[in-house]
């Protein structure tokens, strides 16, 4: 890939963190190898978003006050403690190890500075996944928030920026099994099969200078029987006569190019392609480039790669799973997504590239991601690393066919339209995420029959 941005995805952004604090895991379970290897001054330093990669950005991960107070109370002036922040609240580390009962929240809160350069054009506030509702705060004034458990949110906070100090806060709630929406492995009381809860911020919290005009998006689709690839472009403020540019790379060598009118896909031809597998997962430089007059108003990195995923009738008649039109026999493990330390949240990014390398040691060529979803960055690793992906859906909800739908203590679940909404949204939105990652080879609505709904 291009060393710009491989510099960018392996090393940390623009970290302006306060100095850290006395920290250490908490409780006395086990832990993995990798929890003496956390910065407290800025866990997860790494650029969060592969896809879509701009060079000034700031980790807002670390230290942050927290309170776990009644659903109904205002919003806290004195704090429980600090968090780290993103290992969610029942982690070992977050330095804080706590349940959220059914009729409380947990806000957080911290403070920021913006860099004077930064104060032209938008300022996006970006979140990697909160689980499971967020409501946010800027200054006092509520900009935003988001439901849903697995997907990246963003609001511009430009608009609401005072001199000096900035004082973000965040209100979530998470009613687990207590509530119909998406969930996974999590239940209020963890036993066999099922998992230990997770609460609140889970993944990176980061800023990003960005113009008013700008390159929002990139969808890529690959055709390998045509050898071409299309790029569809979300553009936020275009303007007649704006331009988007792709330029495509293998490693610094432009192979295609295309120019459209703003909001047009675009599509480049590869006449000597090279294809994309788990033993040679060959993934082309994409930059993308939004044009005004001739200048550049907004340019981001990125990455594709040509592969094609399809069912062909083997020899013996029977349909087989294809690869590049190739039969391909696709064999690996459920994989949880689970950390003893830091439950939905990898220690470290070695840690997160850690188990996709030992999968494909052991000789597996996929992964079937089990009822969780992963932050972006271990999608990219399988991208470069070169191992399938199955991604689920996290289940949640009551079902006909699981505990006579009924919860484990006996109270009744029914699913509602609102559940049913909300499934639908958050699937939608972990589809239009994932869907540029070249290892997802196969989506899986419902696991089991756990949540499952309008299907025979």
């Not at 599509?267 to 000597?272: D, I, M, N, V």
């Not at 550049?296 to 020899?315: L, Q």
Request: proline share 7%; hydrophobic share 40%; with cysteine.
């Amino acid at each position: 890939m291009n060393q710009t941005i491989l510099t960018l995805l392996f090393a940390a952004g623009s970290i302006l963190s306060a100095p850290a604090q006395a920290w250490q895991p908490a409780g006395d379970k086990i832990k993995t190898a990798w929890a003496d290897k956390v910065d407290p001054a800025c866990p997860l330093p790494e650029y969060p978003r592969p896809t879509l990669v701009r060079p000034a950005w700031q980790n807002l991960n670390g230290h942050w006050n927290y309170a776990i107070r009644p659903a109904d109370a205002p919003q806290p002036e004195l704090f429980d403690g600090k968090i780290l922040v993103p290992y969610p609240l029942e982690s070992s580390l977050s330095g804080v190890q706590r349940r959220l009962a059914e009729n409380e929240v947990l806000w957080y809160e911290r403070r920021f500075t913006v860099p004077a350069e930064w104060r032209q054009g938008a300022l996006l506030l970006h979140f990697g996944a909160v689980d499971w509702e967020a409501d946010v705060y800027l200054n006092g004034i509520r900009v935003g928030g988001h439901k849903g458990g697995y997907t990246a949110f963003s609001i511009d906070i430009a608009p609401y920026l005072t001199r000096g100090e900035q004082t973000l806060a965040v209100r979530v709630t998470d009613p687990t099994d207590r509530g119909t929406q998406p969930r996974g492995k999590q239940v209020t009381e963890a036993r066999t099969i099922w998992y230990t809860p997770v609460t609140g911020i889970w993944q990176t919290v980061w800023l990003e200078p960005v113009p008013e005009s700008r390159i929002a998006s990139l969808r890529t689709t690959p055709d390998i029987d045509t050898k071409s690839l299309t790029v569809e472009a979300a553009i936020v403020g275009a303007r007649r006569g704006d331009i988007v540019e792709i330029t495509l790379r293998d490693n610094g060598r432009t192979v295609a190019e295309a120019r459209a009118a703003a909001g047009e896909p675009l599509r480049l031809t590869l006449p000597e392609m090279k294809l994309w597998t788990p033993d040679t997962p060959m993934l082309y430089d994409l930059e993308t480039t939004l044009l005004r007059g001739g200048k550049s108003v907004d340019r981001v990195g990125s990455y594709a790669a040509m592969r094609k995923n399809s069912v062909v009738r083997g020899k013996e008649g029977f349909l087989r799973l294809a690869l590049n039109d190739r039969e391909c026999f696709q064999f690996g493990p459920l994989d949880q997504g689970w950390w003893p330390d830091g439950l939905y949240t990898a220690p470290t990014d070695e840690a997160l590239a850690y188990d996709i390398i030992k999968t494909k040691d052991l000789g597996f060529n996929m992964i079937r991601k089990h009822v969780k979803v992963e932050p972006e960055r271990w999608y990219w690793h399988c991208d470069r690393l070169g191992i399938l992906v199955w991604q689920d859906m996290p289940n949640g909800g009551p079902s006909p066919e699981w505990q006579n739908n009924r919860y484990f203590d006996g109270t009744e679940a029914k699913r509602t339209a609102e559940s049913e909404a909300q499934f639908r949204k958050e699937w939608k939105e972990i589809v239009d995420q994932l869907y540029n990652h070249p290892s997802v080879a196969m989506w899986v609505p419902f696991n089991e029959a756990w949540g499952q709904f309008r299907t025979e």
